[in-house]
């Protein structure tokens, strides 16, 4: 009677280390998923701010153009309007004189 409940116990033993084997393969399956998930994240943002900053690269210079185009047209703006009111200036004595 006590052989067969000692061999019962090791069976049950042999069973609960199988179980043991295999979730400790699951979990380190698991763990290496997860890993690789955040490697490829790292990388997705790595990438994404690499191609941010080639593209600010990229943008900058014409963008530095059009803000100088911008500024110089402003400039002819104002000397347009100047010699306008200059012009308006000189039809006003014109009118008077006459």
């Given at each position: 009677?006590?052989?067969?409940?000692?061999?019962?116990?090791?069976?049950?033993?042999?069973?609960?280390?199988?179980?043991?084997?295999?979730?400790?393969?699951?979990l380190k399956s698991e763990r290496n998923q997860k890993r690789l998930a955040i490697l490829?994240?790292?990388?997705?943002?790595?990438?994404?701010?690499?191609s941010g900053i080639v593209a600010w690269s990229y943008i900058s210079p014409m963008y530095k153009a059009?803000?100088?185009?911008?500024?110089?047209?402003?400039?002819?703006?104002?000397q347009v309007q100047s010699q306008f009111k200059d012009v308006n200036k000189n039809i006003q004595k014109i009118k008077n004189i006459f």
């Open positions: 009677m006590d052989n067969e409940k000692i061999e019962k116990i090791l069976e049950r033993l042999e069973k609960v280390e199988e179980k043991v084997e295999e979730n400790n393969s699951i490829w994240k790292i990388i997705y943002w790595m990438i994404f701010i690499a059009m803000i100088e185009s911008y500024e110089k047209l402003m400039q002819t703006n104002k």
